[in-house]
Nanobody, 120 residues
Framework: QVQLVESGGGLVQAGGSLRLSCAAS????????MAWYRQSPGKQRELVAR???????NYADSVEGRFTISRDNAKNTVYLQMNSLKPEDTGVYYC??????????????WGQGTQVTVSS
């Protein structure tokens, strides 16, 4: 069974850094886009950053220049390096991936989420 497992969330002071990781496992043939979303208190889930298999990336305006998304295709893992964190970055961060399984089924998958809290 294919799953995404996130790690790296936590509590950090404003101006600090965190690195999130998301590893996909189980019967994977290939992964197209991988992305990070977040859901802040009282807000809808929003795209933070996205990277496609070729390496092209895009970011939300609010994190451009502070966050960096990267992926290790050999490990089926995506990372989110978050620097200069602000209290408004607080939220639950979710990994998302477009996966093709070894049985050649295509589907979109979400991780369970990891909490990021930035104190002022």
């Amino acid at each position: 069974q294919v799953q995404l497992v996130e790690s790296g969330g936590g509590l950090v002071q404003a101006g600090g850094s965190l690195r999130l990781s998301c590893a996909a496992s189980g019967g994977i043939f290939s992964i197209n886009a991988m992305a990070w979303y977040r859901q802040s208190p009282g807000k809808q889930r929003e795209l933070v950053a996205r990277v496609i298999s070729g390496g092209s990336t895009n970011y939300a305006d609010s994190v451009e220049g502070r966050f960096t998304i990267s992926r290790d295709n050999a490990k089926n893992t995506v990372y989110l390096q978050m620097n200069s964190l602000k209290p408004e970055d607080t939220g639950v961060y979710y990994c998302n991936a477009d996966i093709i399984s070894t049985s050649l089924n295509q589907f979109n998958l979400w991780g369970q989420g990891t909490q990021v809290t930035v104190s002022s």
